[in-house]
Protein backbone atom coordinates (compact mmCIF):
# COMPACT_ATOMS: atom_id res chain seq x y z
CA UNK A 1 0.00 0.00 0.00
CA UNK A 2 2.65 2.39 -0.87
CA UNK A 3 1.42 6.09 -1.46
CA UNK A 4 3.45 7.24 -4.12
CA UNK A 5 5.46 5.01 -6.25
CA UNK A 6 7.70 5.59 -9.06
CA UNK A 7 8.78 3.26 -11.90
CA UNK A 8 11.66 2.35 -12.49
CA UNK A 9 13.61 2.71 -9.62
CA UNK A 10 16.63 2.34 -11.72
CA UNK A 11 17.51 3.65 -14.86
CA UNK A 12 20.72 2.89 -16.84
CA UNK A 13 20.61 4.31 -20.85
CA UNK A 14 23.37 6.03 -23.31
CA UNK A 15 23.48 9.58 -24.01
CA UNK A 16 20.88 10.19 -26.85
CA UNK A 17 18.32 7.80 -25.51
CA UNK A 18 14.96 8.67 -25.04
CA UNK A 19 12.97 7.19 -21.69
CA UNK A 20 10.38 7.62 -18.93
CA UNK A 21 9.52 7.65 -15.51
CA UNK A 22 6.43 6.67 -14.06
CA UNK A 23 4.90 8.10 -10.95
CA UNK A 24 1.79 6.95 -9.05
CA UNK A 25 -0.12 8.38 -5.53
CA UNK A 26 -2.94 6.49 -4.07
CA UNK A 27 -3.53 9.14 -1.51
CA UNK A 28 -6.12 10.92 -3.68
CA UNK A 29 -4.47 14.20 -3.69
CA UNK A 30 -4.55 17.03 -6.32
CA UNK A 31 -1.28 18.05 -6.70
CA UNK A 32 1.78 16.30 -8.42
CA UNK A 33 5.25 17.46 -8.39
CA UNK A 34 8.66 16.56 -10.12
CA UNK A 35 12.11 17.24 -8.80
CA UNK A 36 15.42 16.32 -9.33
CA UNK A 37 18.17 16.12 -7.10
CA UNK A 38 21.97 16.15 -7.99
CA UNK A 39 24.64 14.50 -7.23
CA UNK A 40 25.49 17.22 -4.18
CA UNK A 41 21.63 16.80 -2.95
CA UNK A 42 20.54 19.15 -4.03
CA UNK A 43 16.81 19.68 -4.84
CA UNK A 44 15.15 21.18 -7.41
CA UNK A 45 11.04 21.41 -8.67
CA UNK A 46 10.56 21.04 -12.17
CA UNK A 47 7.08 20.45 -13.01
CA UNK A 48 3.57 20.52 -10.96
CA UNK A 49 0.26 19.24 -12.06
CA UNK A 50 -3.16 19.98 -10.51
CA UNK A 51 -5.85 17.89 -11.49
CA UNK A 52 -3.93 16.89 -14.94
CA UNK A 53 -3.23 20.70 -15.07
CA UNK A 54 0.41 21.96 -15.54
CA UNK A 55 0.68 24.76 -13.00
CA UNK A 56 4.41 25.13 -12.17
CA UNK A 57 7.53 24.92 -15.10
CA UNK A 58 10.47 25.52 -13.86
CA UNK A 59 13.45 26.51 -16.14
CA UNK A 60 14.06 22.79 -17.67
CA UNK A 61 14.83 21.80 -21.03
CA UNK A 62 12.12 21.36 -23.17
CA UNK A 63 13.59 17.67 -23.69
CA UNK A 64 11.77 16.94 -20.40
CA UNK A 65 8.14 16.28 -20.97
CA UNK A 66 5.54 15.43 -18.23
CA UNK A 67 2.21 14.01 -18.94
CA UNK A 68 -0.70 13.66 -16.08
CA UNK A 69 -3.17 11.40 -17.82
CA UNK A 70 -5.45 11.32 -14.76
CA UNK A 71 -4.73 13.12 -10.64
CA UNK A 72 -2.85 9.69 -9.77
CA UNK A 73 -0.55 9.46 -12.20
CA UNK A 74 2.36 11.80 -13.73
CA UNK A 75 5.12 10.68 -15.86
CA UNK A 76 8.16 12.13 -16.95
CA UNK A 77 9.44 11.30 -20.82
CA UNK A 78 13.31 12.83 -20.97
CA UNK A 79 14.18 12.77 -25.21
CA UNK A 80 17.78 12.92 -26.52
CA UNK A 81 19.36 12.14 -22.97
CA UNK A 82 22.47 14.06 -22.33
CA UNK A 83 25.46 13.23 -19.33
CA UNK A 84 24.01 16.32 -17.18
CA UNK A 85 20.73 14.60 -16.98
CA UNK A 86 21.82 11.90 -14.51
CA UNK A 87 20.49 12.54 -10.85
CA UNK A 88 17.88 11.21 -8.59
CA UNK A 89 14.09 12.16 -9.87
CA UNK A 90 11.60 12.32 -7.22
CA UNK A 91 7.66 12.75 -7.69
CA UNK A 92 5.84 13.72 -4.97
CA UNK A 93 2.47 14.88 -4.34
CA UNK A 94 0.06 16.91 -2.10
CA UNK A 95 -2.93 18.15 -1.12
CA UNK A 96 -2.77 21.28 0.60
CA UNK A 97 0.88 21.42 2.02
CA UNK A 98 2.54 18.94 3.41
CA UNK A 99 4.27 17.13 0.23
CA UNK A 100 4.77 13.19 0.22
CA UNK A 101 7.44 11.46 -1.82
CA UNK A 102 8.55 9.04 -4.17
CA UNK A 103 11.09 6.47 -3.74
CA UNK A 104 12.96 7.76 -6.23
CA UNK A 105 14.41 7.01 -9.42
CA UNK A 106 18.19 7.17 -10.37
CA UNK A 107 18.86 7.69 -13.84
CA UNK A 108 22.50 7.68 -15.16
CA UNK A 109 23.48 7.96 -18.47
CA UNK A 110 26.75 7.12 -20.45
CA UNK B 1 14.19 34.41 -6.14
CA UNK B 2 13.48 32.48 -3.04
CA UNK B 3 17.05 31.42 -1.39
CA UNK B 4 16.89 29.01 2.10
CA UNK B 5 20.38 28.73 3.58
CA UNK B 6 21.00 25.69 5.80
CA UNK B 7 23.79 25.90 8.22
CA UNK B 8 25.84 24.18 8.79
CA UNK B 9 25.91 21.55 6.06
CA UNK B 10 28.15 19.46 7.58
CA UNK B 11 27.90 18.48 11.27
CA UNK B 12 29.50 15.30 13.06
CA UNK B 13 28.67 14.81 16.98
CA UNK B 14 28.98 12.81 19.71
CA UNK B 15 26.32 10.51 20.76
CA UNK B 16 24.67 12.59 23.69
CA UNK B 17 25.15 16.02 22.60
CA UNK B 18 23.07 18.66 21.76
CA UNK B 19 23.07 20.75 18.69
CA UNK B 20 20.65 23.07 15.83
CA UNK B 21 20.28 23.22 12.40
CA UNK B 22 19.48 26.67 10.97
CA UNK B 23 17.50 27.67 7.89
CA UNK B 24 17.40 31.20 6.87
CA UNK B 25 15.46 32.73 4.04
CA UNK B 26 15.05 35.35 1.50
CA UNK B 27 11.39 36.23 1.60
CA UNK B 28 8.09 36.19 3.42
CA UNK B 29 6.12 32.53 3.71
CA UNK B 30 4.80 30.97 6.49
CA UNK B 31 5.06 27.49 5.63
CA UNK B 32 8.21 25.73 6.24
CA UNK B 33 8.90 21.83 6.25
CA UNK B 34 11.70 19.86 7.44
CA UNK B 35 12.83 16.53 5.40
CA UNK B 36 14.90 13.73 6.62
CA UNK B 37 16.61 11.69 3.94
CA UNK B 38 19.11 8.63 4.62
CA UNK B 39 21.08 7.76 2.03
CA UNK B 40 19.64 6.21 -1.13
CA UNK B 41 16.22 6.63 -0.01
CA UNK B 42 13.66 8.92 -0.43
CA UNK B 43 12.54 12.27 1.29
CA UNK B 44 10.60 12.04 4.42
CA UNK B 45 8.60 14.08 5.91
CA UNK B 46 9.10 15.00 9.74
CA UNK B 47 7.10 18.77 10.52
CA UNK B 48 5.18 20.51 8.97
CA UNK B 49 5.63 24.58 10.56
CA UNK B 50 2.53 26.81 9.12
CA UNK B 51 2.81 29.73 11.37
CA UNK B 52 5.17 32.07 13.24
CA UNK B 53 6.16 31.12 16.37
CA UNK B 54 5.32 27.34 15.59
CA UNK B 55 7.02 24.35 17.63
CA UNK B 56 6.95 20.87 17.03
CA UNK B 57 8.25 18.31 18.67
CA UNK B 58 8.93 14.61 17.98
CA UNK B 59 11.33 12.45 19.81
CA UNK B 60 15.04 14.23 20.23
CA UNK B 61 14.12 16.60 17.47
CA UNK B 62 11.95 20.14 17.71
CA UNK B 63 11.66 22.28 15.22
CA UNK B 64 10.59 25.62 15.41
CA UNK B 65 9.63 28.94 13.23
CA UNK B 66 9.79 32.44 13.41
CA UNK B 67 8.48 33.81 10.25
CA UNK B 68 9.73 37.38 11.43
CA UNK B 69 13.30 36.80 11.26
CA UNK B 70 12.47 34.30 8.63
CA UNK B 71 14.42 31.37 10.19
CA UNK B 72 13.64 27.91 10.92
CA UNK B 73 15.65 25.70 13.83
CA UNK B 74 15.80 21.67 14.00
CA UNK B 75 17.10 21.26 17.58
CA UNK B 76 18.26 17.71 18.43
CA UNK B 77 18.63 16.59 21.73
CA UNK B 78 21.16 14.30 23.29
CA UNK B 79 21.53 12.43 19.87
CA UNK B 80 21.94 9.12 19.18
CA UNK B 81 23.36 7.07 15.83
CA UNK B 82 20.30 6.60 14.38
CA UNK B 83 19.87 10.28 13.80
CA UNK B 84 22.83 9.82 11.35
CA UNK B 85 21.35 11.32 7.65
CA UNK B 86 20.36 14.44 5.67
CA UNK B 87 18.41 16.80 7.01
CA UNK B 88 16.41 19.25 4.24
CA UNK B 89 14.51 22.38 5.34
CA UNK B 90 11.95 23.46 2.63
CA UNK B 91 9.50 26.57 2.41
CA UNK B 92 6.59 27.14 0.32
CA UNK B 93 6.21 30.18 -1.32
CA UNK B 94 4.13 32.63 -0.91
CA UNK B 95 2.37 31.43 -4.79
CA UNK B 96 1.70 28.07 -2.85
CA UNK B 97 2.78 24.16 -3.48
CA UNK B 98 6.56 25.33 -5.01
CA UNK B 99 8.80 24.46 -2.48
CA UNK B 100 12.58 25.80 -2.53
CA UNK B 101 14.80 23.08 -0.67
CA UNK B 102 17.99 24.30 1.69
CA UNK B 103 20.83 22.63 0.62
CA UNK B 104 20.58 20.26 3.18
CA UNK B 105 22.42 19.30 6.53
CA UNK B 106 24.68 15.97 6.62
CA UNK B 107 24.40 14.91 9.97
CA UNK B 108 26.98 12.09 11.47
CA UNK B 109 26.07 11.43 15.01
CA UNK B 110 29.22 9.27 16.01
CA UNK B 111 28.87 6.98 18.97
Known amino acids: DTAVSQTPKYLVTQMGNDKSIKCEQN?????MYWYKQDSKKFLKIMFS???????INETVPNRFSPKSPDKAHLNLHINSLELGDSAVYFC?????????FGPGTRLTVL | ELKVEQNPLFLSMQEGKNYTIYCNYS?????LYWYRQDPGKSLESLFV?????AVKQEGRLMASLDTKARLSTLHITAAVHDLSATYFC???????????FGEGTQLTVNP
Open chain 1, 92 to 100: ASSQRYEQF
Open chain 1, 27 to 31: LGHDT
Open chain 2, 27 to 31: TTSDR
Open chain 1, 49 to 55: YNNKELI
Open chain 2, 90 to 100: AVDEASGSRLT
Open chain 2, 49 to 53: LLSNG
